[in-house]
Each structure stands twice: as structure tokens, then as C-alpha cells.
């Protein structure tokens, strides 16, 4: 079992910057990959980024690519989701998940894959 915990999310300008962390605890081993996926009120989850368990191969949806980036401290097990440039439309609810099936992490672009999720953090961009 693992628990993700999600921080670093609040109220920011168009154009500005958060970092979102995700720390994980409990039975560590034998994970593969980690992402970040977001939910808009009134719309269905979907994938933002994602990389190796060890924090490479970042792989991002090409709504972020280019203001996003995705790192990993393994000595704190920590996985980070650094967001410049903000806009209004990346207002939601980020959720970090885990996996424990060795997907490529290009298959989490699909929405799937992720077997432990945390609760949540959330971002809100003004215009």
C-alpha cells in the first residue's frame, strides 16, 4: 500500500507560477511510474504529465509542454509538478498518482494506469 499526499496548490494571476509536490509513503518498492493528471469542474480527469519512477522519461499532454515540467526527488520520494505561465484553463483539481505495472509512460496519457491516487490539490488561475 502508498499514500500520496498533494501540496502546493492556491490562487495565482494568468502567468504566474505554482509547484505542486507529491509525496509518497508506505510500501515503496516495485513502482514504476508516477503522474499528474487534473480535473475541471464539470469535466472528465485528465492526463497533465507523468515520468519514471526514478524521474525520467517525462511525458506530457501538449496542452503543458513547453510551461510544465516534471521532477522527482527520490531521497524524499517526492515527485514535483513546477507550472509556469499559467492560464485560466489549467484551473482544477491536480491529482498525483502511482503505478505498479511497469506501463510505459506514454500509456498514461490515456488516462489509465495509475493504481494509488492522492486526494487532490487545488489550483485556481485568475484572468
Known amino acids: 500500500q502508498v499514500q500520496l499526499v498533494e501540496s502546493g496548490g492556491g490562487l495565482v494571476q494568468a502567468g504566474g507560477s505554482l509547484r505542486l509536490s507529491c509525496a509518497a509513503s508506505?510500501?515503496?518498492?516495485?513502482?514504476?511510474?508516477m503522474g499528474w493528471f487534473r480535473q475541471a469542474p464539470g469535466k472528465e480527469r485528465e492526463f497533465v504529465a507523468a515520468?519514471?519512477?526514478?524521474?525520467?522519461?517525462?511525458y506530457f499532454t501538449d496542452s503543458v509542454k513547453g510551461r510544465f515540467t516534471i521532477s522527482k526527488d527520490n531521497a524524499k520520494n517526492t515527485m514535483y509538478l513546477q507550472m509556469n505561465s499559467l492560464k485560466p484553463e489549467d484551473t482544477a483539481v491536480y491529482y498525483c498518482?502511482?503505478?505498479?505495472?511497469?506501463?510505459?509512460?506514454?500509456?498514461?496519457?490515456?488516462?489509465?494506469?495509475?493504481?494509488?491516487w492522492g486526494k487532490g490539490t487545488l489550483v485556481t488561475v485568475s484572468s
Open positions: 515520468c519514471t519512477w526514478g524521474g525520467s522519461r517525462p
Open positions: 498518482g502511482a503505478d505498479t505495472s511497469g506501463y510505459r509512460v506514454s500509456y498514461y496519457s490515456s488516462g489509465n494506469g495509475m493504481d494509488y
Open positions: 508506505g510500501r515503496l518498492f516495485g513502482y514504476y511510474g
